[in-house]
């Protein structure tokens, strides 16, 4: 079965320090991993899109680095600021299904 | 990136009610759209796949009578809630793609129904 697990579920950090949010996944069969962003009570805001082929991917503070191997994704955050604080999800794409797994998501709270 | 735009963001229907939420491609052709559901503090739960012109594939556990799912052109989708009732009320959001592996997923901004 197919299942993308996120570690920690809620995270709260002081404005400026560097954090890690993690993302493991069943299977190593993926075609990319998404990193997306989510503001209570609205959409998604996609992040950072890594191919299979590729080990990480970097936009502005973000880094985020798959390794498919042992199924694992991080999400680095450098120098966090309070708008920062939202719900951080990972979500899989399978060879031969179009559609995304969602992990359920890593609550981020950075105290000003 | 490409634009999916979603309508309405937000609304209230009464017990018993239809709601037509609609998925919009603004500059790709997107021939496959997912419909996804989230309850409060869960992660995003694929409900249904729709390839245009065919019919939509359900996931386990999702009533396709109860979920109507059209998408009769590149450019658009549409999820109908039938006679909605409380516990369909949820947050609903739609991402579209080319239906190539490899290629991103677009997402709307989602839809907050409430049923009363």
């Known amino acids: 079965k197919q299942e993308v697990t996120q570690i920690p579920a809620a995270l709260s950090v002081p404005e400026g320090e560097n954090l890690v949010l993690n993302c493991s996944f069943t299977?190593?069969?993926?075609?990319?991993l998404q990193w997306f962003r989510q503001d209570p009570g609205k959409g998604l805001t996609s992040l950072l899109l890594?191919?299979?082929?590729?080990r990480e991917q970097t936009s502005g503070r973000l880094n985020a680095s798959l390794d498919k191997s042992s199924g694992r994704s991080t999400l680095y955050i450098a120098a966090s600021q309070p708008g920062d604080s939202a719900t951080y999800l990972c979500a899989v794409g399978w060879a031969g299904a179009n559609n995304l797994f969602f992990g359920t998501g890593t609550r981020l709270t950075v105290i000003p | 990136g490409a634009v999916v735009s979603q309508h309405p963001s937000r609304v209230i229907c009464k017990s018993g009610t239809s709601v037509k939420i609609e998925c919009r491609s603004l500059d790709f052709q997107a021939t496959t759209m997912f419909w996804y559901r989230q309850f409060p503090k869960q992660s995003l739960m694929l409900m249904a796949t729709s390839n245009e012109g065919s019919k939509a594939t359900y996931e386990q556990g999702v009533e396709k009578d109860k979920f109507l799912i059209n998408h009769a052109s590149l450019t658009l989708s549409t999820l109908t809630v039938t006679s909605a009732h409380p516990e369909d009320s949820s947050f609903y959001i739609c991402s579209a793609s080319q239906g190539v592996e490899d290629t991103e997923a677009f997402f709307g901004q989602g839809t907050r129904l409430t049923v009363v």
């Open positions: 299977d190593s069969a993926i075609y990319n």
């Open positions: 890594i191919q299979s082929s590729q």
